[in-house]
């Protein structure tokens, strides 16, 4: 590059940094890209103006304050006055995009759409073993739209609760529902700062109890296909009821659709006075982002979307979240 103090900056100098950081600002490919506007090249014969730099610059600080990145302080050149050199744009570009899954702030969490998140019913009978199926869908605009909302801080979260009454497992259940805690799904495996607090590709926070088989901490939206992933199971090992679980798998049905398939599992039991059924109860209402006051068995499937608080247009629209049980 012979972008140096003293030299006179050439159009392909400017359009490496141009292109370097247009892959994490605008389309970008894969886990790289927010979706935002591209910032325009300079032709090879062309002069690098006061506004080329100043959307760049502008674009930039936007960058480092999207992923919590400290970048050198610059003022845009303005028209009319000379150009100096600009320091340390092609390393505040490289720190900025090895940060590029982090988020200082998010959006405002949403909750499903459609369909219901609970069992209303009564759950099985006498010492027989059940299950019941929570299943999630949730849809983005575009294959990008999927991109942008991961790659910019979106994160998508399931809840568990219970607290219906009646039966003599009730309680065994309404206690193992809250072992779980939140799971929340990301996008890149990685560990990464969204709100500072730090998530890998699929994290549990506030969960505690039970025996946890499985987390798949290096499983997000970026490593799943389109056969299910199991990315959490839970064993409930409070006496006399053992042997209880709360599984999860997720599937990328297509690029932009994710299906979150949550299955509460009750063995046979066999023990004098043990009986399996438990109680149905009331679902939390469409748009709910927490159980709340409902009582039915429940896994509830919600959204924070990026931020747009750092500068960022929400290029990845609107997802929204529909919900069955069975």
């Not at 979706?35 to 730099?53: C, F, L, P, R």
């Not at 991109?147 to 609760?161: E, S, V």
Request: glycine share 12%.
């Amino acid at each position: 590059m012979t972008y140096s103090s003293g030299g006179l900056i050439q159009a392909s100098d400017y359009n490496t940094f141009q292109t370097n950081l247009n892959a994490i600002w605008s389309t970008g490919t894969g886990d790289s890209g927010w979706g935002q506007t591209a910032i325009s090249a300079v032709s090879a014969s062309g002069v690098v103006t006061a506004t080329n730099w100043s959307t760049l610059v502008a674009n930039l600080a936007t960058s480092g304050s999207q992923t919590s990145t400290t970048v050198t302080s610059r003022s845009a050149p303005t028209t009319g006055t000379l150009i100096s050199i600009l320091a340390n744009v092609s390393a505040d570009i490289t720190s900025c995009t090895t940060n590029r899954a982090n988020a200082a702030s998010t959006g405002t969490e949403v909750g499903y759409a459609s369909g219901t998140t609970s069992k209303t019913g009564t759950t099985g009978s006498g010492t027989a073993a059940w299950t019941i199926v929570f299943t999630h869908t949730v849809t983005f605009g575009s294959a990008d739209a999927t991109r942008y909302f991961f790659n910019a801080g979106g994160r998508i979260r399931l809840q568990f609760g219970k607290s219906s009454t009646g039966t003599d497992i009730d309680p065994d259940w309404n206690t193992f529902a809250g072992y779980p805690g939140s799971l929340y799904l990301t996008g890149i495996a990685g560990t990464k700062s969204i709100a500072g607090v730090s998530y890998t590709g699929t994290t549990r926070i506030g969960g505690t109890g039970g025996t946890q088989t499985t987390l798949s901490t290096a499983t997000g939206w970026y490593a799943l296909t389109v056969s299910p992933t199991t990315i959490f199971l839970l064993t409930n090992t409070n006496a006399p009821y053992t042997g209880e679980t709360i599984g999860v798998t997720a599937t990328a049905t297509s690029s932009t659709v994710l299906t979150l398939t949550t299955t509460w599992t009750q063995p046979v039991v066999s023990g004098a006075g043990q009986t399996n059924n438990i109680s149905g109860g009331t679902a939390p209402a469409v748009g709910a982002t927490s159980i709340g006051a409902a009582t039915a068995p429940t896994t509830l499937c919600t959204y924070f979307p990026p931020s747009t608080a750092q500068g960022l247009s929400a290029s990845w629209g609107t997802p929204t979240i529909a919900a069955s049980v069975a």
